[in-house]
């Protein structure tokens, strides 16, 4: 009987080993994955403050600016996104979301390249009210946050 003793504790302490192996693998492969593949996303008022170098690939993300969307040949537009601090112009060739409109809250990922936003993606709302947390939080932080079907909130 202690020999079944002995052999359950022996695979046990291999499989928790090996658990082990496992996890300090993974996070030594986060370690080192380029900076750049965390996309999370810059406000207009981050990218205006210290902008990005032309070959750096990133999503901006606040409002669609009041007003700002021009559509121009086959599926070219362009448009601004402001937090209420900066707006920034934004240029996309391609299909756009169902619904994207003005002011409402948008991410774009793209380059950043003479005082422009190229996007090469423009990424969908779950519904009219959606809005990604960073926008809400950066929103808050101007001052210029509207709750859905309120009025506005301020600091």
């Given at each position: 009987m202690?020999?079944?003793?002995?052999?359950?504790?022996?695979?046990?302490?291999?499989?928790?080993?090996?658990?082990?192996v496992?996890?300090?693998?993974?996070?030594?492969?986060l370690?080192?994955?380029?900076?750049?593949?965390?996309?999370f996303f810059?406000?207009?008022?981050?990218?205006?403050?210290?902008p990005p170098?032309?070959a750096?690939?990133?999503?901006?993300?606040?409002?669609?600016?009041?007003?700002?969307?021009?559509?121009?040949?086959?599926?070219q537009?362009?448009?601004?996104?402001t937090?209420g601090?900066?707006?920034?112009?934004?240029?996309?060739?391609?299909i756009?979301?169902?619904l994207?409109?003005?002011?409402?809250?948008?991410?774009?990922?793209?380059h950043?390249?003479?005082?422009?936003f190229?996007?090469?993606?423009?990424?969908a709302?779950h519904?009219?009210?959606?809005?990604?947390?960073?926008v809400?939080?950066?929103l808050?932080?101007?001052?210029?946050?509207v709750?859905p079907?309120?009025?506005?909130?301020?600091?």
């Amino acid at each position: 009987m202690s020999g079944l003793k002995n052999l359950k504790k022996r695979r046990r302490i291999q499989v928790m080993s090996i658990a082990g192996v496992c996890v300090a693998l993974v996070l030594v492969l986060l370690a080192l994955l380029p900076k750049d593949s965390f996309q999370f996303f810059r406000s207009p008022s981050e990218v205006a403050e210290a902008p990005p170098p032309p070959a750096e690939r990133f999503r901006i993300g606040g409002l669609v600016a009041q007003g700002s969307i021009v559509r121009g040949q086959g599926e070219q537009i362009s448009f601004a996104v402001t937090d209420g601090g900066a707006t920034i112009p934004v240029v996309y060739s391609g299909i756009l979301p169902d619904l994207f409109s003005e002011n409402e809250g948008v991410v774009a990922q793209g380059h950043y390249v003479n005082g422009r936003f190229e996007a090469v993606e423009i990424l969908a709302k779950h519904d009219e009210t959606y809005m990604p947390k960073e926008v809400i939080d950066a929103l808050k932080a101007q001052g210029t946050y509207v709750a859905p079907d309120a009025a506005a909130m301020t600091n």
